[in-house]
């Protein structure tokens, strides 16, 4: 991945709650206001299954530092960038910054920070991430600040093999591309644990995103998710799980995400087994994966517990 180039802009992710005791929201205090019906269950599902990769995709946002990187594909996971390059760099001096960099084909993005040793990472470290215009050539302008405090680190950053916690701020970070501009905002904690390394285990928590773009507005509640990859195995097997709450101007109301069976799949498909639970106001819709390829929703619209409606599509046809 490039220096500038932020997964969490693109709409996919992974997965299971990291540093929570409420891994699923079951203590969420939002309350869910919106009904789902037969009507909008397929459109409320499409909005939660977004909004959950979304969460997932902020794991990424150490590749700003060169400390996590996405893998290609249908979905974003994470996987593991030597953390040789930009970060060594600015770690050999204590405190740095700000250290430009340009983009190409154009624009800059800068970092700055103080640590309190050089090469390693300790409690308390900070970085500052600024881009101005960044053009990565990938077909998207970044622009805006990320603000990072370490919060935990053992390992050995220079062999890339650490267990690593930190908070991300994110300010009016943009990314414009040719049809939309989406606009971050929010708080969240990352968990990344190479230990195991090609096995990564990472994790996303936070109390409020907000996702502007030029058609909506989402904003991410008490949201968790966490993903694993193993990249030892050539089918790349992973996991993923999610929860939260979201409220968006695409729905009259708030609803409810949570995973209680996880995701799972290989390589850059769709998962072939999981469950995405759905809650409105008395009322759900669960997504349950056949296989890679096709999905089949079930809705509760009175929430007696009793299915009301079956919907069979595709992981294609609910995610365009």
């Not at 590749?63 to 930009?86: D, V, Y």
């Not at 969240?188 to 409020?208: N, R």
């Not at 907000?210 to 058609?215: G, L, P, W």
Request: charged share 15%; glycine share 10%; net charge negative.
């Amino acid at each position: 991945m490039s220096r500038a180039r932020l997964s969490l802009l693109s709409a996919s992710i992974l997965l299971a709650a990291c540093g929570s005791d409420d891994p699923f929201g079951t203590n969420d205090p939002v309350t869910q206001t919106f009904d789902i019906t037969s009507t909008n269950g397929l459109l409320a599902t499409k909005i939660a299954w977004e909004s959950a990769m979304a969460s997932g995709d902020l794991t990424d946002l150490g590749g700003s530092i060169g400390l996590t990187a996405a893998a290609p594909g249908g979905l974003s996971k994470a996987s593991l960038a030597q953390p040789t390059g930009l970060v060594m760099n600015v770690l050999e001096k204590v405190p740095f910054g700000p250290d430009e960099f340009n983009c190409f084909p154009s624009g800059t993005f800068s970092i700055s920070g103080d640590v309190e040793n050089p090469l390693t990472l300790t409690a308390d470290d900070t970085f500052t991430v600024l881009y101005t215009m960044c053009d990565d050539g990938n077909g998207e302008v970044v622009d805006g600040q990320i603000d990072f405090t370490v919060g935990d680190f053992t390992g050995d950053l220079q062999g890339g093999v650490y267990m690593l916690a930190m908070d991300a701020i994110v300010t009016n970070l943009q990314v414009i591309t040719g049809s939309d501009t989406l606009t971050h905002n929010g708080d969240t904690a990352l968990t990344l644990d190479t230990t195991d390394a090609p096995f990564i285990d990472a994790g996303t928590s936070g109390t409020s995103m907000t996702i502007d773009s030029n058609a909506s507005s989402e904003t991410l509640m008490n949201f968790q998710s966490s993903q694993t990859v193993d990249g030892a195995q050539q089918n790349l097997p992973y996991t993923m799980s999610a929860s939260g709450t979201i409220d968006t101007t695409q729905l009259s109301g708030v609803v409810r995400y949570s995973t209680p069976l996880q995701f799972s799949g290989e390589g850059a498909d769709y998962p072939s087994a999981g469950v995405l639970l759905v809650e409105g106001a008395n009322s759900s819709a669960r997504l349950t994966a056949v296989d890679n390829v096709n999905v089949m929703l079930e809705l509760d619209v009175n929430g007696d517990g009793v299915v009301d409606q079956t919907i069979e599509t595709t992981w294609v046809g609910l995610t365009t």
